[in-house]
């Protein structure tokens, strides 16, 4: 059996450094790439109006609805981000009302998260990223922050049609002394043309 010199092993050909940086950079650069595509995601041409199956929606006891991709929250990290979406509630002494809660948070752009509370005593509302609670109805508990911003909804039939084209912004409570963001925030106006889905890199979605 022949046995390889030492000349001939060596003349195995290597790759080139020159080779391996530009696979270095290529991949480099489509992760890049994509986790910015994942961070500014392209207007797309959402519907103006979604609904949803009355039946579906328990009486004080939110619901989860992404009609579609309406962006992501910020985040502590990239794996901790939560998809965009509306609580709805049903109003359980007027089943013929339903509430529409935007998920986001603006006072950090985070997401606005259910929680129940004690057992038998229902659920209630916090921001991820914040110290903001909020009622099952989206009111604020807080003077320092203004109520949970909302969609406008209608009950057709056994449908509740929500309106995603505008975001009503939550009402502040009177002046105390130390609501000034809140104050700043309301002064903004009440109401914001949507563009979806939005990012929370991108200027102006937060």
Known sequence: MAIASPRSRSAVPRPAVGTLAALLILTLTLAAAGAWSFATPSIQAAPSEVTYPLGQIPPDRPVFYRPFDMGWARAWSPWAARPLGI????????????????????????????????????????????????????????????????????????????????????????????????????????????????????????
């Open 87 to 206: 609580w709805l509630v049903r109003d359980g002494h007027d089943a013929d009302r339903v509430v529409a809660i935007f998920s986001g948070d603006p006072w950090l752009g985070g997401a606005i998260v259910a929680l129940p509370l004690a057992p038998a005593e229902g659920f209630h509302f916090r921001g991820d990223r914040s110290p903001r609670i909020f009622s099952i109805d989206g009111t604020s508990q807080s003077s320092a922050f203004r109520n949970a911003d909302t969609f406008r909804t209608t009950i057709e039939g056994d449908v509740v049609r929500i309106d995603v084209s505008t975001l009503v912004m939550g009402s502040c409570p009177p002046f105390d002394g130390w609501n000034h963001g809140c104050q700043r925030d309301a002064a903004a106006g009440t109401e914001r043309t949507m563009r979806w889905p939005l990012s929370p890199f991108r200027r102006g979605d937060w």
